[in-house]
Structure formats: structure tokens, C-alpha cells
């Protein structure tokens, strides 16, 4: 595509996003735009509204004002081509859904609830588990798995979707560095298939080599663009009064990444 870029609509646009609980704002006039796809990480401290962002966009929370656009469209329109990974909740479930039949819940969309999923969507399903490292444990009981090895189930549930771009909500919290690698080279495939991939993500270190670009995000947003234009400490310091400690990892991060690249 010679002229891609030129005039082609954003593949995800929040315009003026305000959202409130109970009346009282957590996210205030958000303009945020992807004009294509990238590992796109959204960064801020606890609380600072990153959930919400994401589920603005997912219609799971109301606007005040504003609106999300996927490729120029409203989310009904497009709304199998987005994937979603929620931030981690232990699932204890007593009830026998085996890991395999999480799994098969992300082709559900394609096939319509009536219609079972056939081989196709069984190989699909393990290639999605083989992706992020579980085959061995496909017909466990979910309820029987570590958290980190669930939020991974959950990740090859929106794989097996198949979707053009995720939303994943800190999808490396409560998993450990190797797994952490692993989950990030799925990711980074994605983004070499074609897709984007949205992260909330909260180790500063790793967004710093991570993500092609990033929004830094405390209730309002305070700068985006490509990572290590954004991560600079007076951008850190406007998203994380106070935390000095942080601030000079990252300082020391992003200037490794600058002689890296
Ligand atoms: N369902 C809800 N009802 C009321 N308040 C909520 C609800 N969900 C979130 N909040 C509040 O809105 C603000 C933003 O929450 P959100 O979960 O988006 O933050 P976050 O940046 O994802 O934080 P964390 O890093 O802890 O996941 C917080 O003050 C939170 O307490
Ligand atoms: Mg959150």
C-alpha cells in the first residue's frame, strides 16, 4: 500500500473519553489515537484509569462524554476483530471446565453459540495453547491452575479469537520472568502478524525495551508517542509524583534502550 498512513482512519481512536463511577470522574478528555499497528503499551500508576481506558473502549463502562473508534467504526461494528484479556482475578471454579474448553470459548464468536466447535477450531485451540506455553495442561480443570497459568490460558482463549487487535490488561502480573519472555514474544508475533496489541503494563523496565510506543496515563493523559520520546523524567515526574526510585530506573532503562537502538 503506497499511499498507507496517507488517509487511512486510525485503528483505534479515543476521542475526548471521559468516564465516572458514581458520579466522580477517574478519566478526564482522553484523546488518544493508534494510527496503525504496533505493541502499544498504556502506563500509569495504580489507579490512574488504565483499566477504565480499555474498558471505555470495550463499551463495559459508560462514557460521560466522548467516543472510541476502531478503524473508523463504532465498536458494534467491528467488535469479533477485538480481543480482550481482563486484569487477572484467581479463577477458583469447582465446576469441571477444563483448560481446553476456556480455550475453545475464543472461537465461539466465528461459529455463532448453536454450532459446537469442530477439529478445526480443537487444532486451532492447541496451537493457542502451544503458543503460550500450556499444552501439557490442556485437559486440566482451570480451577486446578496457578494464576499465572490461568491469566496464560486466558491470553490463548483471545488467541484462539483470532482477533486484529487486543486489549490486554497487564497480562504479566503474578507471572514469572521466564513466562513474562514468553508472553512477550507471543505478543511480539502479533504485531508481526499485522495486529495491535494494547498492553496496560506496569514494570516502567520492560516498557521501556517492550513497547513501540506508549501513553502515559494519570487520570488524564499526560503524553504519548513512540517510547523513548515519552518516557523522559519530566513526563515521568508529571505521571508519578513522588516516585523518585522508579524514576531513575527508568531514567537508566530508557537511556540503555537509546543505545541499543
Ligand atoms: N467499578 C468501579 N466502581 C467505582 N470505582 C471504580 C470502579 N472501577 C474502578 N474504580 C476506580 O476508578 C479509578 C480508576 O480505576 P482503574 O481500575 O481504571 O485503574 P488502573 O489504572 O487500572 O489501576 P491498577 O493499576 O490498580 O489496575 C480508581 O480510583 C478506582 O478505584
Ligand atoms: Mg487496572
Redesign the pocket.
Known sequence: MADAGSSAPPVVEFHDVT?A??G?P??WNVDLTITEPCLFGII????????????SGLGL?PLVHGTARFWGRPLADVRRRVGYVP?RETVDWDFPVSVMDVVLMGTYGRLGWFRRPGSRERSLARECLDRVGLIDVADRQIGRLSGGQQQRVFLARALAQEADIYFL??PMAGVDARSQEQIFGVLAGLRSEGRLVVV?H?DLRTAATWFDRVAL?D?RLVATGPTAEVLTPDNLRRTYAGQVDLLQEIGQAVAARSRTT
Open positions: 468516564v463511577y458514581s466522580r477517574v478519566l500509569g500508576p495504580n489507579g490512574a484509569g488504565k483499566s477504565t481506558l480499555l474498558k463502562v486484569q490488561d497487564e496496560v506496569h496515563i487520570m
